[in-house]
């Protein structure tokens, strides 16, 4: 599984940005896809997944203010970020789980939070 994150960006406080996340390859049609991040000097930690079937979970310094959505024909799934934070900065992360458990990265996109 190749997975191919894009969207991230320089925004202001308070403004929005959208990733995505495409996956291609040997996909299975149970999974779990998600995004988490690291900032510099942190480890990296949960933002947000949902599994094949919609459900989904967040962090919650997140909550109400991220949103996590898929499509499963274009086995695409997207971060819809709002309310930017300077501590939302970092390199996203989309993974992908497999029924058995495997987990594939993608590449990671920077988000930067500054005005």
């Known amino acids: 599984v190749q997975l191919q994150a894009s969207g991230g960006g320089l925004v202001q406080p308070g403004g929005s940005l959208r990733l995505s996340c495409v996956a291609s390859?040997?996909?299975?049609?149970?999974?779990?896809m998600g995004w988490y991040r690291q900032a510099p000097g942190k480890q990296r930690e949960l933002v947000a997944v949902?599994?094949?079937?919609?459900?989904?979970n967040y962090a919650d310094s997140v909550k109400g203010r991220f949103t996590i959505s898929r499509d499963n024909a274009k086995n695409t799934v997207y971060l819809q970020m709002n309310s930017l934070k300077p501590e939302d900065t970092a390199v996203y992360y989309c993974?992908?789980?497999?029924?058995?458990?495997?987990?594939?990265w993608g590449q990671g996109t920077l988000v930067t939070v500054s005005s």
């Open positions: 949902i599994s094949s079937g919609g459900e989904s």
């Open positions: 993974k992908h789980r497999n029924f058995a458990g495997t987990a594939y």
């Open positions: 390859g040997s996909i299975s049609s149970m999974n779990v």
